[in-house]
C-alpha cells in the first residue's frame, strides 16, 4: 500500500496530459502484485528465494534426527567366514570385515577374527539394538562397575576362595613357623671369629690328634689372609699360640703353623708387632738354622718374608739377632737353591724399601720422618759386605733358570756400590756375565724375529751389559 501511494503521489507533479497513459500503468502494476502476493502467502518473505529456504529447513530436520536416539530395533547380521551380502536394515558386529561389491553395488561382510566375534555376540538377543563401540562406557556404567566392586570386598570369601585359601596353606608354610626355623639355624651358623675361636681350641687341645690340627691350621690359614680376621686373631689370643706352635717336635705342625703366621703377617702391621714381642721372629729363625725338611723351611722362610717387609724394626732385630748368618748357611746347603732364590728376593726387596723411602723423604723434603728414621737404623748393606754377600750373589749368579739370574741380576745392581770393588776383583763373575751376554743377545735376536716389541730376554740382556759396563 506503501508503494501504491509513492506511485500515485509522483503523477501529481506531473502534466494533465500524460495522466492517462500513468494510470493505466498504474493499474496493471497494483493488479500484478497483487496476484504474486496471493500465490506467495505461505512464504515467510514474499521475495525470498524458496529453493535456499528449502535447503535450510531440510539440514535443520536432519540434524534433529540425528541428535534424537535412534529407537529403531535393528536386526543383527551374523557373518560367517565367507563374504555374504548385507541386507537393508541389519547391524554388523564391530569388527567385522565390510566391503562395496563394485559389480552388484552391494554391501558384503564376512568374519576377520572369530574369537573376538564370539565375544561380541555372545549375550546379545536376536532384536536387540547392537552397540557398535564396545569400548566405550557411560557414567552410569562406571558407577554400577564400582559399586559392584566394593559390594565384592566386603563379601564373605566364596567356596572357590576357601578352596584356594586351603590350596595355599598347603603349599607354603606359616611365617611364624619359618621364622622359629631361621632361629634354630642361628644357632648353628658361626661368624669368622667364632669359627677361628674353634680352630685355634681344637689345634691346641691335647685330644686332638696330628691330623686334626693340621686341618684345624688348614683352615686358620684361609681366615687370615683377611686383615681384619688376622687382627681378632691377635685379639682372642690366637696369634700366639700359632707362634708358640712353631716350637712343636713336629716338623708338620711348625709347617703349618708358619704357614698360618705367614698370611697373618702380610701388610699387617698391628700384627707384625705383635709378633716381634712375642718373639715369633727368634722362633722362625731358629727353625731356619736347624735340621728340618726343605717343606718346612720354605713355609718358615714365606712367615720370615712376610714379616720383614715394610717393617724396619723387625729387619733392625733381623740384624741384631744374626738373621744374615742364618740365610747365609741356608743358600749354601746343598739342595736349597729354590731357597737361595727367595733369600735373594728379600734382600732385594729390603735394599729397594730403604731407597724408595729415602727417595720420598727428598721429594717431599721431609728430612725427618719418623719412617726414614727407622729406615735409617737398618744398616743392612754393612752387614751383608761384612757377612760375605757380595761373593755369594756373584755365586748364585750361576744358577740354572731365567727367573732366578733375573733376580740374582737385580740384587747385584742393589749391591754394585757396596760390592764394586769385590765384583772388579772377581773373574770369574766376568766370565760368567759375558756368557750370559752371549746367550742372551741369541735369545732376545730371536724375538725380534718374532716380532716382539718389547722382550724378556731383552730386558736381561740390558741388565747384563749394564753390569759389564760397570766393572769395566
Not at 141 to 162: I, P, Q, R, T, V
Not at 289 to 315: D, G, I, M, N, W
Not at 430 to 454: F, N, P, V
Request: aromatic residues 6%.
Amino acid at each position: 500500500m506503501n508503494s501504491a501511494k509513492f506511485l500515485t503521489m509522483a503523477p501529481q507533479s506531473r502534466p494533465p496530459s500524460r495522466m492517462a497513459p500513468l494510470g493505466m500503468l498504474l493499474g496493471l502494476l497494483m493488479a500484478f502484485c497483487f496476484t504474486f502476493c496471493l500465490s506467495r502467502q505461505n512464504q515467510e518473505f514474499a521475495l525470498s528465494n524458496p529453493e535456499k529456504s528449502s535447503t535450510k529447513e531440510t539440514e535443520r530436520t536432519e540434524t534433529k534426527a540425528e541428535e534424537e536416539p535412534d529407537t529403531e530395533v535393528l536386526e543383527v547380521f551374523h557373518p560367517t567366514h565367507e563374504w555374504q551380502a548385507l541386507g537393508p536394515g541389519q547391524a554388523v558386529p564391530a569388527g567385522s570385515h565390510v566391503r562395496l561389491n563394485l559389480q552388484t553395488g552391494a554391501r558384503e561382510v564376512k568374519l576377520q577374527y572369530e574369537d573376538n566375534f564370539r565375544n561380541n555376540l555372545k549375550g546379545l538377543k536376536k532384536g536387540k539394538r547392537l552397540d557398535v563401540n564396545t569400548n566405550t562406557y557411560t557414567s552410569q556404567d562406571l558407577k554400577n562397575a564400582l559399586a559392584k566392586f566394593k559390594e565384592g570386598a566386603e563379601m564373605e570369601s566364596s567356596k572357590e576362595d576357601k578352596a584356594r585359601q586351603a590350596e595355599v596353606k598347603r603349599l607354603f608354610r606359616p611365617i611364624e613357623e619359618l621364622k622359629k626355623d631361621f632361629d634354630e639355624l642361628n644357632v648353628v651358623i658361626e661368624t669368622d671369629m667364632q669359627i677361628m675361636v674353634r680352630l685355634i681350641n681344637k689345634f691346641n687341645s691335647s685330644s686332638s690328634s696330628l691330623e686334626e690340627k693340621i686341618a684345624a691350621l688348614f683352615d686358620l690359614e684361609y681366615y687370615v689372609h683377611q686383615m681384619d680376621n688376622a687382627q681378632d686373631l691377635l685379639s682372642f689370643g690366637g696369634l700366639q699360640v700359632v707362634i708358640n706352635g712353631l716350637n712343636s717336635t713336629e716338623p708338620l705342625l711348625k709347617e703349618y703353623a708358619a704357614f698360618v703366621l705367614g698370611a697373618a703377617f702380610s701388610s699387617n702391621p698391628r700384627v707384625q708387632v705383635e709378633a716381634v714381642e712375642g718373639g715369633a721372629l727368634q722362633k722362625l729363625l731358629v727353625v731356619l738354622a736347624t735340621e728340618h725338611p726343605l717343606a718346612t723351611k720354605k713355609k718358615v722362610l714365606f712367615a720370615l718374608c712376610s714379616l720383614l717387609r715394610h717393617f724396619p724394626y723387625a729387619q733392625q732385630q733381623f740384624l741384631k739377632l744374626g738373621g744374615l748368618q742364618v740365610l747365609r748357611t741356608l743358600v749354601q746347603e746343598k739342595g736349597t737353591e729354590v731357597l737361595a732364590v727367595r733369600v735373594v728376593t728379600l734382600l732385594y726387596d729390603l735394599l729397594t724399601e730403604k731407597m724408595f723411602a729415602e727417595e720420598e723423604a727428598e721429594l717431599t723434603q721431609d728430612t725427618s720422618p719418623e719412617k726414614l728414621q727407622q729406615y735409617r737404623q737398618v744398616h743392612l748393606l754393612p752387614g751383608l759386605r761384612e757377612q760375605g754377600w757380595c761373593e755369594i750373589t756373584a755365586h748364585l749368579l750361576a744358577l740354572p733358570g731365567h727367573d732366578a739370574r733375573e733376580k740374582v741380576l737385580q740384587t747385584l745392581g742393589a749391591l754394585l756400590a757396596t760390592c764394586r770393588d769385590h765384583y772388579c776383583q772377581d773373574p770369574s763373575l766376568g766370565r760368567t756375565l759375558a756368557s750370559l751376554q752371549a746367550e742372551y743377545q741369541a735369545l732376545a735376536s730371536l724375538e725380534l724375529q718374532d716380532g716382539e716389541d718389547e722382550g724378556y730376554f731383552r730386558d736381561l740382556l740390558s741388565s747384563v751389559e749394564s753390569l759389564l759396563k760397570e766393572l769395566r
